[in-house]
């Protein structure tokens, strides 16, 4: 399988055998009897996750190149983001051999904690201390990291679309855009253009996808953040691009209790500039239909 015509999603997941997870637990030293390496559920679309034991899990990804490569990202990126005094599971082993398996995988300390996303809701009042301290573990991370070894060039560069207007031109030639949402799309742009500096003004180590799946909760507070295989370096506002609107300012808040954001006047404004520029580029993607009733 070379993975380059099957979308990610579509992709199947590797389902390890016996012996191969026995393999790789004896290789590392894991003390886990057989019952207590299983497969576990996961959200995510790029690895297959198997507990081994209550101490680690093992993360192995799909045989498709993008899942290699968010791999190999969050291989160098992990480390990191520890060392810099972020909550996030340690990294424990990166195994690139391909003698038990056809990837390279990892084991990861185990977090005992549930994904903020599966208690979301329309956000009550008491989910706002979790993004508050979300918003503080980010600037720790983006204070702390000055540089990363990465001499195989695996981090992300996260890059900002700057001139909306092929974007904007391609959709109301092909109908995406109507004659009032193309005038109005334009006009928001126009109005926060302004605040959106040249590539490279900021920049600082990111995490790249922080989302609410991305977010461990226990006992309804902040535990943790997971997957690092979109870090890289970008505008420390791309952090918060993929949080719900309605909570930005907490997180916010809670960054700034630590340090202001770079260029912080305008960081409301970027913001709002990457969550429109990602819905517009949103418009073209076929629809997922909905699941099936049970």
Known sequence: MSGTATPLEHAPFLELTAEQLRAVVDRHGIRVGTDDVHRLDSMGIVHSIYALGKAFVLRVPKLHPYALADAYTGSVAAPAAVSAGV???????????LDIMPVPFSIFERMHAEPLSGRLGPVPQEHWPIWHELGRQLAMLHANVIAVADPR?????????????PLLSDLEGNGYLGN???????????????AVP????????IHGDVTATNVLVRNNTFHSIIDWDDAGWGDPVMDLVSLPLRVVDAALAGYRSVMPVDGDETAEQRILWDKLIGAL?????TPTPPAAPA
């Open 153 to 165: 060039g695996y981090l992300d560069a996260h890059e900002r679309l700057h001139d909306p207007e």
């Open 87 to 97: 909550s996030t599971p340690r990294l424990v082993v990166f195994d690139e051999s």
């Open 198 to 205: 040249p590539p490279d003004t900021f920049r600082r180590f």
């Open 180 to 194: 009032e949402a193309a005038p109005w799309a334009r006009d928001a742009l126009r109005r926060l253009r302004p």
């Open 281 to 285: 580029a949103r418009l073209r993607l």
